[in-house]
Structure formats: structure tokens, C-alpha cells
């Protein structure tokens, strides 16, 4: 992106420096990293960042409008809905893959997903810090945005998180925290902020108020980060000691009915020229006839569970339940990164906080070199997997 910087990282890296920083990041708190880190951030051109700034505010816009509101007020599954719903996440992202406009040349950006709950907020702020330890990054470039620095950050994402509470008070929620492959987040969380990892099973209740357990005292709970995604809460049938759909003296953070109101449920009604074209397979009395460019993806699932990129007549006829899916323009990952043998490609995710107003606060970053951005897309490869953009302040 920044090809002097570009030249210079990629001169100047060794494998002792990486493993060095690898070491550091997995020892640094109580869980290991459980994905690949990338041997290198992105290094992101005024012009790219400025039309990612744009994308996001076009975006921004439109999923905190009262019209968005209207448009999702069926998006959460009933047996799913909860009550107390806020106004508002707390937290919300949208992810970019970034390609190439043959016609003019310039790398763009474009929507591939969205989110109304929490990512790596944690993790990233030591990510950000671990990686200038070990790496000569400029002194002018961050990853943060609005002239954020990294103490206001952790300022910011306390106060979103914790509020006014004692933060023995405030937990965070999950299914099994422990063996979560994003677990290093919720030590990163536990080290910045004091608010400990519960699963939903230890959840204890007493009327209305949900309590956990530490040192074998019960301990009131007044605000849950919530990371319990529900949809694989129904397919674990964890068993835990309350009803999702009784009203309860606790407020989530993020409200758990925004999971599926900002998400893949969204993106047939958002427009813009960084949005791909989108359908919701219910709606549509006839095909695109090149679905060849189009990828099929579930409503309800995460972290790419169910996703078809070679979609065909044959298979959209044999699906039962079309209102579950929705069918989406295929994005081309443009050669963006060189490497030390094939350029990767790249997929950013631009951070919000949502307290008084949304603010771009963050960014992280999945690098691929495969078809598409898992794992099994990347085994063997080098100079994949997480990191960040930094860009010039």
C-alpha cells in the first residue's frame, strides 16, 4: 500500500523477530493466541483510508437511522428475542474486503459483513502495542481513529463496558470462555478493565437478579459484555439456570437482539457504492443469471459456518428454507500485500463504539492468500491471519 514502508518492513524482517513477538503476545496474559498472527500489519494509503472513511460513514448513517430500525424489527428469530432491548449497540463493526476498480486502478473497498457485537476490542490495544515492540513501525502511524490514542482508548472502552459500576459487578458472558479460540480477548479484557469471564452455565438466579460465583461468594451482576452468540448456544444445548425471555434486572452490552439486527439480515437494504449487491433468497421469483458471481450465505450463523462460493441453479432450488439465506455479489480480493512469495489479500474491520454517538475507534485486519478467509483456505501458508492497519496520523 505504502511502498517505501512496504520495502523497508519486508528488508528488515527476520524469523527471530517474529517468533520473538509471537512468544511475547502468548505469554503476555493468562490465555495463548488460538488463530494465526500475520508476520506483518498493513500499511494503509491516505487515499485507501479516506475511502474506507467514507464507506464507513455512508454506513454508519444508515444502520443507526430510525428507517434501518423499522426495516429489522423482524430480524431477531422469536424464540431468540429478548427483552429490554436498547436504542442502540454498544458496539459495532463492519467488515471491508479490499479490491481493485480495473477501470480506474485504485484499490477500494467493499462490504462483506456487519456486526452489532463486540470483536477483538481487547486483544488489538496489546496487538497495537506488542507489534511496535518488535517491529520498526513509524512513530506517525496508528491504528486508531478520531485522534485516539491508546490510553483514551482503553478510557473509552471502559466506560462503554463498565459504566458507572463496580466492575466486580460487570461480567463477561460466554459459552465454555475458556476454550473459545477468541479466549486471548477475554484475558485482554480481564488485564484492562477488571471484568472476569463467566460461562452462562454458572450463572446463578435469585428473582430477577443473575449472580456468578468467585471464592465461593455469590456476586451480584448489573451489566453482562455479552459474547454469547445464541444461535450456537441452541446447537450446544448448554443447559444455564435462567429464561433468555424473562425480564431480568441486568443490562447486556451490547442488547443480544443486535447480533441479528446489524448482521448478514442487514445487507440487502444497505446501499452505497462500497455495497455489494444483495438479496434475500425469499424475495427472489428468478435468478441472477450469473450466479457464478454471487456467494450464498446463512442468515444465522458466524465466522463463515455454511457459506457457498460456487453457487448454482441447482443448489439454490434445493434449499427449504430460502428465508434463511441471502445472496450476495462475490467480492474479488485484490493481490494487496507482498510477501516474500505471493501476495496476500486483505480483509479489514473498522471498530465502533455506540455510548452517547458511534465512533470509529479501531481496526484489525485478516490477511489471506487462499479462496477465501479461514483457516482451511490458508494451511501452510505464511503471512496470513490477524493484524492490523496502521495508517498515517
Not at 152 to 180: H, S
Not at 221 to 248: C, G
Request: aromatic share 14%.
Amino acid at each position: 500500500m505504502i511502498p517505501e514502508l512496504r520495502k523497508k518492513f519486508n528488508a528488515e524482517f527476520t524469523q527471530e523477530k517474529y517468533d520473538a513477538f509471537l512468544k511475547d503476545i502468548n505469554t503476555l496474559l493468562k490465555y495463548p493466541v488460538d488463530f494465526r498472527i500475520s508476520e506483518t500489519p498493513l500499511f494503509l494509503s491516505n487515499d485507501l483510508k479516506n475511502k474506507l472513511l467514507k464507506a464507513c460513514d455512508e454506513l454508519c448513517k444508515q444502520v443507526t437511522s430510525n428507517e434501518f430500525k423499522l426495516k429489522m424489527k423482524d430480524a431477531v428469530p422469536p424464540h431468540l428475542h429478548i427483552p429490554g432491548e436498547t436504542d442502540h449497540p454498544e458496539f459495532f463493526v463492519f467488515d471491508f474486503g479490499i479490491c481493485q476498480d480495473n477501470r480506474l486502478g485504485q484499490f477500494i473497498p467493499k462490504l462483506i459483513e456487519l456486526q452489532g457485537f463486540p470483536t477483538l476490542y481487547g486483544y488489538q490495544y496489546f496487538f497495537e502495542r506488542k507489534i511496535r515492540n518488535h517491529f520498526a513501525i513509524p512513530e506517525n502511524f496508528t491504528t486508531y481513529f478520531n485522534g485516539i490514542t491508546s490510553d483514551k482508548y482503553v478510557e473509552l472502552l471502559g466506560e462503554v463496558i463498565v459504566g458507572e459500576a463496580d466492575p466486580a459487578n460487570v461480567i463477561l458472558l460466554e459459552i465454555e470462555p475458556e476454550k473459545q479460540k477468541t479466549r486471548i480477548d477475554f484475558a485482554a479484557t480481564e488485564k484492562l478493565l477488571g471484568v472476569r469471564e463467566v460461562c452462562i452455565s454458572d450463572l446463578i438466579k435469585h428473582g430477577k437478579v443473575l449472580f456468578y460465583k468467585w471464592n465461593g461468594i455469590e456476586i451480584p451482576i448489573e451489566r453482562i459484555y455479552n459474547r454469547v452468540i445464541f444461535d450456537e448456544l441452541s446447537r450446544t444445548e448448554k443447559n444455564f439456570n435462567f429464561d433468555l425471555q424473562e425480564e431480568l434486572n441486568v443490562n447486556w452490552i451490547p442488547h443480544p437482539n443486535w447480533f441479528y439486527k446489524i448482521s448478514k439480515y442487514s445487507l440487502p437494504v444497505l446501499k452505497g457504492e462500497f455495497v455489494p449487491k444483495c438479496f434475500y433468497l425469499r424475495d427472489l421469483t428468478s435468478y441472477p443469471a450469473d450466479l457464478e458471481n454471487y456467494v450464498l450465505k446463512p442468515l444465522f450463523s458466524f465466522a463463515g459456518l455454511g457459506v457457498k462460493i460456487d453457487v448454482t441453479k441447482k443448489m439454490l432450488d434445493e434449499i427449504k428454507d430460502p428465508e434463511n439465506y441471502i445472496l450476495q455479489e462475490k467480492v474479488e480480493y485484490a493481490p494487496l500485500i507482498e510477501t516474500p512469495d505471493d501476495f496476500a489479500k486483505v480483509e479489514i474491520r473498522m471498530m465502533y463504539f455506540y455510548d452517547k454517538e458511534p465512533i470509529l475507534v479501531n481496526n484489525l485486519v485478516r490477511q489471506s492468500k487462499g479462496k477465501m478467509m479461514g483457516v482451511d483456505f490458508n494451511k501452510n501458508k505464511t503471512w496470513v491471519g490477524g493484524s492490523a492497519a496502521l495508517h498515517r496520523v
